[in-house]
Every structure is written in C-alpha cells, then in structure tokens.
C-alpha cells in the first residue's frame, strides 16, 4: 500500500498574542526588488550542491511563509528536480499552515444592531451563523466594535458580552455553524488557537476519607480537575482528536507549579462531518488550597484537520480501471444490482502521501455519491469500509427507482491537504475552587 509514515506533528501556538510593532528595519526601508532578489537567490539555493545550503535555504523560505509563495509555484515547475521537488514540499506545508488559521473580520460598529454584525462577522469569515429561532430568542442590542483585524471566535465572543446572548452549547447537526442565542456567556476561561476556541467550563476539588479498620488509620485525599469544552468555526474540519487533552504549564498565583499525574496510552477519537465540539477532562495534582487562581494553565491538545477539497469523477461505472487524480488513485472494484431499488457498490481508494493514524480518519475524510442521469444524488442506505493492501476498501449500498432512473456516474470527494498538530491553548486567570474539609 502507498502510505508513508506520519512526520512529527507540529506546535500550533495560541493565538491572541500581543506583537509590538517595531522600528521599521533597514530590510522593510529598503526597494521592494531587494525582497525579491533574496527569494529568488534562496529558490535557487534549493538546488545546491551542499545538502546544508540546500536545507537552509528552505529554512530561510519557510519563515518567509506567504512572501515567497509565489516564487515557489514558479519553482515547483523548475527543470532542475531538486529544486522542484523542495519547492513543491515548501508549498504542501504552507498549505498546511493554511488549515489552522483564523477567520479573519474586518468589523466596526458604531450602535449597530447585533443581528447585522453578527452578519458581517459571519460573511468575512466564511462561516455560519443561526441568530435566534428555532434554538431560542435572540436579544438585539447595539453594538461598539473596533477590528479593524479581527480574528472570527474573539469578535463573536466580544458581541455577545455586549449584547447578552451566547453560543449555544447544542445544536442540530444537520445544520452548519453556530447558534447564537439570547442568555448570558458567562464568565469561563477561553483561549483562542487559530479557528478553536476552548473554554473551562467547570472546576472540581473533591476531598475525600477511607477508614482502614485493620488499625484505624484514616487517609485523606485531595483531587482535581478541569473540564474543557473545544469549538470550532464551520469552515474548519477536524477528522480525529486525542481522546484527552494534556497539560503543559500551570502556575497559581502563589508561585506553584502544578504537574498532572500519569496517564496511559492517549488514543485517537474520529470525529464525524456532523461534529462541531469536544469536550473533555483534563486531571491535575491539586493546587495549593491556599491557591486563589491559575495565573497561567498551557494544556496542548491534538488534532487532525484536512482541507481543500476535491473530486474525482468515474463517469463509466463498468470500468474497473484506475481513476487517477492528484496524489489519489480510486478503483471501482464491484457493482451489483440486487433488485430495482438497490446497488451495491465496491470502491477501492489509495492515495500516494502520509498514512493517518488512525486509519479510519480515512473514512471520515471520503464522500462517494451515486449519480443519475440528471446529476441528482441517490439515496446512500448503507457503507461499510475497511483497509486492504490496496487501499481503502469502501462497499455502498444504493437506493433507488432503478428501473426508470439508472445511475450513470460516481464522485468521490476527498481532501488535498491533511495535517496534524498539537494545538496549544493559553488560559490566564482561571479561579479555583478554594473550599476546604470541615
């Protein structure tokens, strides 16, 4: 099977980070045809005889990121191979980057009404947004915004503390976005990171005594725990995430560091299309009671997102040839027509490029429809997958008038990019329960 093992996951850091803007540097003072000099000298040390030239240059390209993007599209059809081949890796990870970036707003309101923000909001940032019913009421009030470069979860948050409404926790899964409706936010710790957003919703430090009668010896005991609910904006698309959160850094405001105890193999959860949050428990030592609050909690949590979705068409359903398109090559291995009203269909799908752990992401990542002959999907009663030496193995089952509406063509939708990474929230200033046994 044509997989390659996954690289080492990257450092998604939080967004919200404060940058001052400095002095403007000799660099940025000096012609715009310099910038480009030095990206065209550091594409052609993409092809340098020294293997060290050659990886520091593409260093130097990586941290230029968008700047130089449009060189190593020119680069990635270059006659020298090297060159080609480390430019077309270039772009595949700017690509990636792509994936874990906020929606971006451009939003200033002046005593606007809440519902005509939260439609601006919603159309830059290329998400969804339901205001009101069916989930609720909806409170119009005014609004004052200044973001002139806003990212989308900070902007929703700031109008609802203005306006008194919040994102509702539950939603119809056959709808996309997010409901937002009249009550109020509430005042939970929140980290932003690119298009998620994570908020503590709860604290627990529980007490607890066993008597052990062998001597009468009594042992007391002190626990704690967070738990933490994930968002995402709609136009995101999580295919798997760690089943728990882990923690990185937290500090009290006594100056204490707090560790969190051992756990064992961390697995992956597959998320379905329908999904649109997480939420999960993160266990610490307990804190000092004297302890007020967490100056600083850092807890990293993994993912894995694909984006730039394609198709592939297979237009003659009696071919068994491969389809072949971009990194991914798919086989129509088997149809069987059981009656007039069902069809079952074998497809096998195989892809030239990293093997996601877990495999089955693979499935989440597919969306195979049946076709008639007016472009209409027909109705998929059934799917059954699971992975071969050559590939994924996906059978379908088919419903349908065939009799007068014979299926004519199969679309098989699949993502171009995949990536994953632990995602890193910050969380500042988060209470702690400070009760103590009687």
């Given at each position: ?404 509406n014979a299926p004519k063509a199969l679309r098989l939708a ?25």
């Amino acid at each position: 099977m044509r997989f390659r093992s996954f690289a080492a996951e990257a450092i998604l850091p939080a967004a919200g980070i404060l940058f001052l803007v400095a002095a403007p540097s000799a660099r940025a003072q000096s012609s715009p045809n310099d910038g480009e000099i030095r990206i065209a000298g550091l594409v052609r040390g993409l092809g340098s005889e020294s293997y060290r030239d050659r990886a520091e240059a593409g260093e130097a390209l990586a941290k230029l990121g968008p700047e130089c993007r449009g060189a190593l599209e020119a680069a990635a059809h270059s006659g020298d191979a090297e060159i080609r081949l480390r430019a077309t890796e270039l772009l595949k990870r700017f690509r990636a980057d792509d994936l874990w970036l906020p929606g971006r707003v451009s939003c200033t309101s002046r005593g606007q009404p809440a519902s005509q923000v939260f439609a601006t909001v919603a159309e830059q940032s290329g998400n969804h947004l339901a205001l009101g019913a069916p989930y609720g009421s909806f409170h119009e009030a005014k609004v004052d915004l200044d973001y002139p470069a806003g990212e989308f979860w900070p902007v929703v948050d700031d109008i609802c503390r203005q306006t008194g409404n919040q994102v509702r926790s539950d939603f119809q899964l056959e709808h996309r976005g997010a409901a937002i409706i009249a009550g109020s936010p509430g005042q939970f710790p929140t980290a932003y990171a690119g298009p998620l957003r994570a908020q503590i919703t709860e604290a627990t430090r529980s007490f607890s005594e066993k008597l052990h009668f062998s001597d009468r010896h009594a042992e007391q005991s002190n626990s704690f725990e967070m738990e933490l609910n994930l968002r995402w904006e709609d136009r995101f698309q999580p295919v798997a995430a760690r089943g728990m959160p882990e923690l990185v850094e937290a500090t009290t405001d006594t100056g204490a560091h707090v560790t969190s105890p051992a756990i064992g193999a961390n697995s992956w959860n597959v998320l379905g299309h329908a999904e649109r949050q997480l939420t999960a428990r993160l266990k610490l030592n307990p804190p000092p009671i004297a302890a007020g609050r967490l100056d600083r909690l850092v807890v990293q949590w993994a993912m894995i997102a694909v984006g730039e979705p394609a198709t592939l068409a297979i237009d003659d359903l009696t071919s068994r040839t491969a389809h072949r398109q971009d990194d991914i090559e798919a086989t129509i291995e088997r149809v069987e027509r059981h009656d007039d009203n069902r069809m079952e269909i074998t497809l096998l799908v195989a892809r030239d490029g990293p093997m996601p752990e877990p495999q089955e992401v693979l499935f989440e990542e597919y969306k195979v429809e049946l076709l008639d002959a007016a472009g209409q999907a027909m109705h998929l009663h059934n799917q059954s997958s699971g992975m071969t030496e050559g590939g994924a193995q996906m059978r379908l089952t088919f419903g349908g008038d065939f009799s007068h509406n014979a299926p004519k063509a199969l679309r098989l939708a699949y993502p171009r990019v995949r990536d994953s990474r632990n995602v890193q929230y910050v969380f500042r200033n988060v209470p702690l329960p400070t009760g103590q046994p009687k």
